[in-house]
Nanobody, 124 residues
Framework: QVQLVESGGGLVQAGGSLRLSCATS????????MGWFRQAPGKERDFVAV????????YYTDSVKGRFTISRDNAKNTVYLQMNSLKPEDTAVYYC?????????????????WGQGTQVTVSS
């Protein structure tokens, strides 16, 4: 079993920055792709970013390209999401997730383990 715990969310003004962390435990996760998703009130859970097992390949949804950076430290079993130039439309609960598939995916149904989420609120 794998446990994922997000942290680092909070309230920030537009243009500000936050760094989310996702600590994993229960099993070695360094072999798996890890993703970040977000869900705003009344909306679907949407893909934000994904990183491969070694940290050498990343993909982002278009709306965060150039502003967000996903990274990982396999020695610490932790994945990060650095969020810069935040906008009010980035307000959501952010979730990290682990996929056991061999292909990196932007589809939430391809992820097997999820954290509980951390709230990010960006004020205008």
């Amino acid at each position: 079993q794998v446990q994922l715990v997000e942290s680092g969310g909070g309230l920030v003004q537009a243009g500000g920055s936050l760094r989310l962390s996702c600590a994993t435990s229960g099993r070695t996760v360094s072999n798996y792709a890890m993703g970040w998703f977000r869900q705003a009130p009344g909306k679907e859970r949407d893909f934000v970013a994904v990183i491969n097992w070694s940290g050498t390949i990343t993909y982002y949804t278009d709306s965060v390209k150039g502003r967000f950076t996903i990274s990982r430290d396999n020695a610490k079993n932790t994945v990060y999401l650095q969020m810069n130039s935040l906008k009010p439309e980035d307000t959501a609960v952010y979730y990290c997730a682990l996929s056991q598939r061999t292909v990196m995916s932007q589809e939430k149904y391809d992820y097997d383990y999820w954290g509980q989420g951390t709230q990010v609120t960006v004020s205008s």
